[in-house]
């Protein structure tokens, strides 16, 4: 005989195990989710350290220190005097030391080995903890094949990244170059951005089932969505043309702030031929386009501010006052770096705002994209 039911008594209360075992989504292991975004947390503040290493290297003009790559015995520093000396005497072969460094003393020289050797231990460590962090993963079955595709594509990435320093590394070491391409810094700079940027968007995808995604995605807020893909293009734009500045010093050239040194545009902006590579190579050109960009990336910081003010979502509300305030602390970062040529602090604070604003508004891209219900009681 069919058991009478209670008039209040909820639905969910009279399902059996079967039943809500057949419902639709993954059946993970309990944790799973846990695990991952550990691990994801752990290579963000890998990568994070990695680029704060990169920009004092750059800083210090550390980078040609290391004049070999060796992915595997390369951790290993020099250990005496006569190790020192012969990594000297390959420095004193390049055009940096001829052209630049002729004065300088093996103390001297020690100092900016330093950097660049912490620099590749960390890369060595992040590489380290990818594998052993993936296949822990991967043994305790803490992944399945979705999330470990995801996975490898970052591992991927962070390989690549490796090849491009050290790519990079070497156009500083051929034929009578003084410094590494702008262009292969730029690719450098921006691939770490944007390996900084998966991870922050896949730590994101952690806090949710499949199910819970599909259903948040179809109340997205298309127009804060559209903003900060806009927002988060611009970024990336101008990290490009920061990189081109850093990597042809044309921040040094002008010390004032509105006008660049007593000119809007800068008389010899095109002097270049051919005349297209004024916008990469010339000094006037490229800081003034880098300029520019910044007054134009506070279009959208304002519209996107704006639309999550009035948002019913708590976290959008805070994340677009965040990202208002970093913008205007990257603004005030970039001023003082240029009045002041280029200082180590404020120019190295300059590069980490510009990577946590590309995290900050990829949060708010995921916020408007897969937003979480709304609690009115509250």
Not at 37 to 50: D, K, P, W
Request: glycine share 8%.
């Amino acid at each position: 005989m069919k058991q009478s039911r209670k008039l209040f008594e909820e639905v969910s209360d009279s399902k059996t195990a079967s039943e809500k075992q057949s419902q639709p989504g993954p059946i993970e292991k309990p944790g799973s989710n846990l695990a991952i975004r550990i691990f994801l947390g752990i290579l963000f503040a890998l990568v994070l350290g990695m680029i704060l290493l990169g920009g004092a290297t750059r800083q210090t003009d550390s980078g040609l220190s290391m004049t070999e790559w060796h992915p595997v015995t390369g951790f290993i520093p020099p250990l005496s005097e006569e190790t020192w000396n012969e990594e000297f005497l390959k420095y004193q072969e390049t055009s940096e030391y001829k052209l630049i460094n002729k004065s300088m003393q093996l103390a001297d020289f020690k100092q900016i080995y330093w950097w660049e050797w912490w620099h590749r231990q960390l890369g060595r460590m992040l590489g380290l903890v990818f594998i052993l962090g993936f296949g822990i993963l991967a043994i305790s079955r803490k992944i399945d094949k979705s999330w470990a595709k995801r996975l490898l594509v970052l591992g991927g990435l962070g390989l690549l990244q490796g090849v491009i320093g050290w790519w990079m590394v070497r156009s500083g070491l051929t034929g009578n170059a003084v410094d590494v391409s702008s262009y292969r810094l730029a690719i450098h700079l921006v691939l770490s951005f944007f390996i900084l940027l998966l991870i922050s968007w896949q730590f994101s995808l952690t806090y949710y089932q499949p199910h819970e995604l599909y259903q948040a995605r179809r109340v997205r807020i298309r127009e804060i969505e559209n903003l900060s893909l806009i927002f988060i293009c611009l970024i990336f734009l101008q990290s490009i043309l920061g990189a081109l500045v850093a990597g042809i010093d044309a921040g040094l050239g002008f010390p004032t702030w509105p006008l660049m040194n007593g000119e809007f545009l800068p008389s010899n902006s095109f002097e270049y031929t051919p005349w297209i590579s004024n916008f990469l190579e010339n000094p006037s050109l490229v800081h003034f386009n880098h300029r520019m960009m910044a007054y134009l990336v506070i279009i959208p910081t304002v519209w996107i501010w704006l639309k999550c003010r009035k948002s019913p979502h708590a976290r959008l509300k805070l994340l677009g006052n965040a990202g208002a305030i970093l913008v205007v602390i990257q603004i005030c970062l970039g001023i003082l770096t240029t009045l002041y040529s280029v200082p180590f602090l404020p120019a190295l604070g300059h590069q980490v705002t510009a990577v946590l604003l590309i995290v900050l508004y990829t949060q708010i891209l995921f916020q408007s994209r897969y937003p979480g219900q709304i609690d009115f009681r509250g």
